[in-house]
């Protein structure tokens, strides 16, 4: 079974979010000459965006403006300037629920340079007729962390579950190891075997959207999927799985059950970064946190990946959840001379090797280009474990399948009786009883949109 994340055409769904802090190094009156103007989503990285728009400009005399959106408010600030007469010509559509909110701005982006020369397992959004109106621009990766010295003073223990990590390919042994774990946690100077599970209003994404991928991953499989519009309603085959790694998560944590509903991701990735848990579930983008923390004893080369077992079909020869949920699009709505600007700076950003080295150096991205090679990546030890997933020939990785969930309203909705479960407020049945009827209730509202 290869690797490489399934290669249909999948239309994806996905949401995006709100409101402004800019950061521009062209100011943009007039417009007396061709502009670039991107609407930049990471406020992470603004001032990296902001030092290549101006090496651009100096470089070819085209002015480039970035405008970086505040953290939780991308879509409300798009809004705001795409109303305004110099609008963006280059901005961020997340998937499906990105594509119904910004259709008609959407330009034909199918003969694009940067578009040509994607990996084949790097999906664009398409509209009906088939052409690229979105592509993606950056790989990701998720699953369970672990801190390796965490697991050799485990595996040094009299009597562990298992012997090593080659024997952790499936739940069981997941679940045997972590309950060993919670129960020698004081002998291992730990507070749990899992980080908390963080369920704080509008921080369930890591169960609402990555925990569920798997899922979701092969219920549109057992259907024959291939289209958002396809999937009106749920069946929630694969729940079951769900639930029984969230209840291990839960069970098995630095902190009890009723009180994940208080607390945020960024208690969870500190108490990993500090060594009160051996795991924690989330992606590559969590090593620049990690090791950011001021009491980080994580080493660089003991943060390990493994898969997210809960129990699906043939999950011992299953890797990692890669893909993207970010996708760039043109506004076709800027003069024809912009558009062409933007095209030619999205060429240069990531098709030249200056840009290349931006893209992998500055931006920390890991490229779907055919022009990147698998030394092409950002020097983290969480991007390396991504870039060799994708590599890898023997181990199949689970897409982005998530994008597939109607929109964040849904989303939103689900964490919510996802907390209300966690306390004890709720019971599984009636879980997935409302997870159902809000499906079907946000996939009809989302669809609407495309049509």
Not at 30 to 59: D, H, R
Not at 181 to 194: N, R, T, V
Not at 418 to 431: F, R
């Amino acid at each position: 079974m290869s690797t490489r994340v399934s290669k249909a055409r999948r239309v994806v769904a996905s949401v995006a979010t709100v409101m402004l802090a800019s950061i521009s190094m062209v100011a943009c009156g007039t417009n007396n000459g061709p502009n670039v103007y991107y609407l930049n989503f990471k406020p992470e990285q603004a001032e990296q965006f902001k030092a290549i728009a101006e090496e651009y400009t100096a470089e070819t005399g085209i002015p480039v403006k970035v405008v970086t959106a505040a953290s939780g408010s991308y879509m409300q600030t798009l809004k705001a300037e795409m109303a305004k007469s110099n609008a963006p010509t280059l901005f961020q559509i997340n998937g499906q629920e990105g594509y119904g909110i910004w259709k008609d701005y959407l330009a034909d982006i199918s003969d694009y340079e940067v578009v040509e020369a994607l990996n084949e397992d790097a999906q664009p959004i398409t509209d009906k007729d088939g052409s690229v109106r979105g592509f993606p621009f950056a790989m990701e990766g998720f699953g369970i962390l672990y801190n390796e010295e965490i697991f050799d003073r485990y595996f040094a223990l009299p009597d562990p579950a298992v012997a090593s990590m080659d024997e952790i390919n499936n739940f069981g042994a997941l679940k045997a190891v972590a309950e060993d774990m919670q129960g020698k946690k004081e002998e291992l100077g730990i507070d749990g075997a899992f980080a908390v599970t963080s369920l704080i209003a509008g921080e369930e994404w890591r169960w609402t959207n990555h925990l569920m991928n798997g899922p979701y991953h092969y219920e549109i499989l057992d259907r024959d999927i291939n289209e958002f519009q396809d999937m009106p309603t749920i069946d929630f085959t694969y729940g079951d799985n769900f639930k029984q790694l969230f209840d291990l998560y839960l069970q098995n944590s630095t902190t009890k059950p009723a009180l994940a509903a208080s607390r945020a991701t960024s208690d969870s990735m500190a108490e990993f970064a500090t060594g009160k848990a051996a795991m924690v579930q989330n992606g590559n983008w969590a090593w620049s946190q990690i090791a950011g923390d001021a009491s980080n004893v994580v080493k660089e080369d003991k943060i390990k990946f493994m898969p997210m077992y809960m129990g699906l079909p043939n999950e011992e020869n299953v890797g990692l959840n890669v893909g993207t949920e970010n996708y760039l699009a043109v506004n076709n709505k800027a003069s024809e001379e912009d558009q062409q600007a933007t095209r030619d700076f999205l060429t240069w950003l990531f098709l030249s090797e200056r840009g290349k080295e931006l893209v992998v150096d500055d931006l920390s991205f890991i490229a779907p280009f055919t022009n990147y090679s698998p030394e092409d990546v950002p020097d983290d030890p969480l991007a390396r474990q991504v870039q060799a997933a994708l590599s890898d020939t023997e181990t199949e990785a689970i897409p982005w399948d998530f994008q597939f969930s109607p929109n964040q309203q849904f989303r939103d909705l689900y964490g919510q009786n996802l907390a209300q479960y966690a306390i004890g407020n709720m019971s599984w049945d009636d879980v997935v009883a409302k997870l159902k009827v809000d499906w079907e209730y946000e996939m009809a509202n989302q669809i609407a949109l495309l049509d």
